[in-house]
T-cell receptor, first 116, second 109 residues
């Protein structure tokens, strides 16, 4: 499978615990995005990387959230001291701007987080 | 005001019907526009890009009105398999996609 892959697909954690999600983008895609989606809402932008540089962070990304892309390939999203309000689907996406595809973004299947 | 606004629906239509979804966006600097489809508990997938001149892909037609900051999607001859949530998406010149809340479509036999 050469699409965007995310791990784990589902995570149930107790409030106050830390969780980490991993995203492997499509090969050669230099842009990587993290979004969060709750029921009945569209995906909300969290942050994005171009290669290893984190270019933008949403104000939704509180101090408890940190994202990295150390070698410009896979990325991790860590949530510290989880709260029930963090329960959501965390979507990773990647893109490669070029003349043919413009900036088409491809999503992974998402990582579902439930905080109990 | 939300950056991208859509009627959440649901739109319940019979097979074979024509249905239209509308979307407005607030940032006049928006560069590109898309419709994504999302099935229940699945990831969003690109349905089609939206061009200023309007564009068609089979039963789907997308229109853009930059002056009114308005985007539309028309689905003709609805199929049961069209049942999904349709997300209006706007791309600012920062390459960041902004999603609407989505419009839910249910096609019934």
């Amino acid at each position: 499978d050469t699409g965007v892959s995310q791990d784990p697909r589902h995570k149930i954690t107790k409030r106050g615990q830390n969780v980490t999600f991993r995203c492997d983008p499509i090969s050669e895609h230099n842009r990587l995005y993290w979004y969060r989606q709750t029921l009945g809402q569209g995906p909300e932008f969290l942050t994005y990387f171009q290669n290893e540089a984190q270019l933008e962070k949403s104000r939704l990304l509180s101090d408890r959230f940190s994202a990295e892309r150390p070698k410009g390939s896979f990325s991790t999203l860590e949530i510290q001291r989880t709260e029930q309000g963090d329960s959501a689907m965390y979507l990773c996406a990647s893109s490669a701007r070029d003349r043919d595809s413009g900036n088409t973004i491809y999503f992974g299947e998402g990582s579902w987080l439930t905080v109990v | 005001r939300k950056e991208v606004e859509q009627d959440p629906g649901p739109f319940n239509v019979p097979e074979g019907a024509t249905v239209a979804f509308n979307c407005t966006y607030s940032n006049s600097a928006s560069q590109s526009f898309f419709w994504y489809r999302q099935d229940c508990r699945k990831e969003p997938k690109l349905l089609m890009s939206v061009y200023s001149s309007g564009n068609e892909d089979g039963r789907f037609t997308a229109q853009l009105n930059r002056a009114s900051q308005y985007i539309s999607l028309l689905i003709r001859d609805s199929k049961l398999s069209d049942s999904a949530t349709y997300l209006c998406v706007v791309n600012l010149n920062t390459d960041k996609l902004i999603f609407g809340t989505g419009t839910r479509l249910q096609v019934f036999p």
